[in-house]
């Protein structure tokens, strides 16, 4: 049954994500891949595809595109080869690129995401992963007024995974969750940084509609590739753009899949739309042929058990084994795991430290994780670590002080480089000791007739008037406490 409210339409969505492969060097020559050098300096005559060179595979993009592969579900081929890929564009000066056509090192995986509110769960087939090379990159000078475009070949040659997926997705957030998932496993496995402002991410999106009809028939729109997206929100806004105008425009022409060619749009963010590119390109029209230059690749057993090690656990195992581990809910192990291999660390050395998952999740999220957002940090440069961390907890649990002191002394820990013993001996800390906090409780309840008569007459919430004078007369107690000790006195009054 479709709600009312829902679209007269599935969206049919599937990805193609480029991820440039962590590797120092690229794919067929020596040339560095550090981002942000100054243009053409990272060039030698084979990424320029000067006559005579010869390329030569970089063992390491090929084992960390198997290990990306292996995380992703995906069967390795035991033989593997190179193709050229031929189209002319200023950024190739080779006038090819060096991909992988009928006989990609991976194929037939899948990856699955979860919404950890239970919105959507999606196990998404991955139809191939192949190995390439990228290509340069045209700087287009419009803002000059000169339409002067210059070529930066820095980037040629550099060692990409393409990931294509099959048409499983469906939904916009599906698939900008998805792009997360995928994103966070390609990081755990230390594959890539996934960095999108510096290109080490790029998606294409193919979205159609797949519209019923009042004969039982089910209409589908053309298929649209959606390309120059460079965030996942992009992704989403474009996607949704993209449904909406496809369902107008099939309302209007009646067009289907199959009579029109497919066609390429690409995503204007400040406009918020897709604007129509060209006709796509068929396959045969790059007419690939096997690389004459290189010699194909074999992979045995004993190298893939080698990449399996290399692995870790990837994120969705680690939610689980969190949760496990330390007792605390699908939803916290969620939040932890996706903030990366580091965090995790310091949560597991956090939790084993303070014996109680749930309040060193609890530190961790609302006080450590908000101190990272507000400052732009990552957790590798926090400057309390997880000893100091635990044993500032481990004061709150014995009830030296209460959770909002705790918070205080964290803040005069983070400001001022002093360990939480010499914050809380600088303060004057103290724990009260019992026979104070009796003395405290019996002076409160005298001044208090008014909230003293309240709680007799059965309202206990009443008490809460206590803390707040209680803490005004010796900022050390424990409210908690305070509270407990006043209830006890004025039953037994
Ligand atoms: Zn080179």
Redesign the pocket.
């Known amino acids: 049954m479709t709600t009312p409210t829902a679209e007269p339409y599935t969206v049919v969505i599937g990805l193609e994500v480029h991820v440039q492969l962590q590797t120092r060097t ?1 794919l ?4 560095p891949t550090r981002f942000g050098a100054p243009p053409n300096t ?7 595809g000067l006559p005579g060179s010869l390329p030569v595979m970089n063992r390491e993009a090929f084992h960390l595109a198997v290990r990306a592969a292996l995380a992703l579900n995906c069967r390795i081929a035991p033989f593997t080869k190179w193709d050229r890929k031929n189209y002319f564009y200023p950024d190739l000066p080779k006038g090819y690129q060096i991909s992988q056509f009928d006989l990609p090192f991976s194929s037939d995986g899948w990856l699955e995401v979860t919404d950890p509110k239970g919105a959507f769960s999606r196990k998404v087939g991955i139809i191939r992963v192949h190995l390439e090379e990228d290509a340069g990159k045209s700087m287009h000078d419009e803002a000059a007024g000169t339409a002067d475009t210059r070529i930066d070949l820095n980037r ?2 550099t060692p990409l995974c393409e990931i294509v997926t099959q048409p499983d997705l469906r939904s916009p957030q599906e698939a900008r969750a998805w792009l997360n998932e995928l994103k966070l496993l390609l990081v755990y496995l230390g594959v890539s940084d996934c960095n999108m402002q510096e290109g080490s991410l790029r998606v294409d999106a193919n979205v159609n509609l797949h519209i019923p009809q009042p004969d039982g028939r089910v209409a589908k729109t053309p298929i649209v590739e959606i390309k120059n997206m460079n965030s996942f929100r992009s992704v989403e806004r474009a996607l949704i753009y993209e449904a909406a105008r496809q369902y107008g425009e099939w309302q209007t022409t009646g067009a289907e899949l199959g009579r029109t060619p497919k066609q390429t749009r690409g995503w204007d963010d400040p406009a918020g739309v897709t604007r129509a590119q060209r006709h796509k390109e068929e396959s045969s029209d790059y007419r690939y042929f096997p690389e004459p230059d290189l010699v194909p690749v074999t992979v045995d057993e004993a190298q893939l058990t080698a990449a399996r090690g290399m692995m870790g656990e990837p994120p969705a195992v680690l939610r689980t084994t969190l949760a496990d581990r330390w007792k605390i809910s699908a939803y916290d192990a969620d939040v932890l795991v996706n903030q990366g291999r580091e965090l995790v660390a310091y949560y597991e050395d956090l939790a084993a430290r303070v014996g109680e998952g749930k309040v060193a999740s609890n530190w961790l999220q609302q006080d450590v994780l908000r101190t990272l957002n507000e400052r732009g940090e990552t957790i590798d440069a926090f400057p309390i670590r997880p000893d100091a961390l635990a044993d500032l907890i481990g004061r709150v649990q014995r009830g030296d002080f209460d959770t909002s002191r705790g918070r205080e002394i964290f803040a005069e820990v983070l400001a001022g480089g002093r360990s939480v013993a010499e914050v809380v001996a600088a303060l004057g800390i103290a724990a009260v000791g019992e026979d104070d906090l009796l003395a405290l409780c019996r002076e409160l309840i005298a001044e208090n007739p008014k909230i003293v008569a309240d709680v007799k007459g059965g309202k206990e919430q009443a008490a809460a008037g206590l803390i707040g004078q209680a803490k005004k007369k010796n900022p050390n107690v424990n409210p908690g406490q305070v509270r407990q000790t006043c209830l006890e006195l004025i039953r037994g009054m």
């Open positions: 690229k067929f020559c020596g040339c990272q060039v030698c005559p084979t990424c320029l040629a040659g």
